[in-house]
């Protein structure tokens, strides 16, 4: 009997590009990471609305994204 190799499971892209939450056009917002400074910043192309934050070696765009989705929903509730 032939044994089967374990293929490595593919893991799935995460997207780059965003709906932007003020303009609501689709793939408009791209990040941009730079570890050197530690920082990441998000920028809606249509609207220019802009959100920075601090970035780590794990940082990935849907986490920045995510963090300026979480920004918004704060400053809306207050």
């Known amino acids: 009997m032939s044994k089967l190799l374990a293929q490595p499971k593919k893991q799935p892209k995460l997207d780059t590009t965003?709906?932007?939450p003020f303009c609501n056009h689709?793939?408009?917002v791209d990040c941009f990471i730079d570890l050197e400074h530690n920082c990441a910043r998000v920028v809606c192309?249509?609207?220019q609305e802009n959100f920075s934050t601090k970035a780590h070696p794990l940082t990935e765009p849907v986490d920045v994204y995510a963090e300026w989705i979480d920004a918004c929903v704060a400053v809306n509730t207050q």
């Open 18 to 20: 965003f709906p932007c």
């Open 26 to 28: 689709r793939d408009s």
């Open 45 to 47: 192309f249509v609207c």
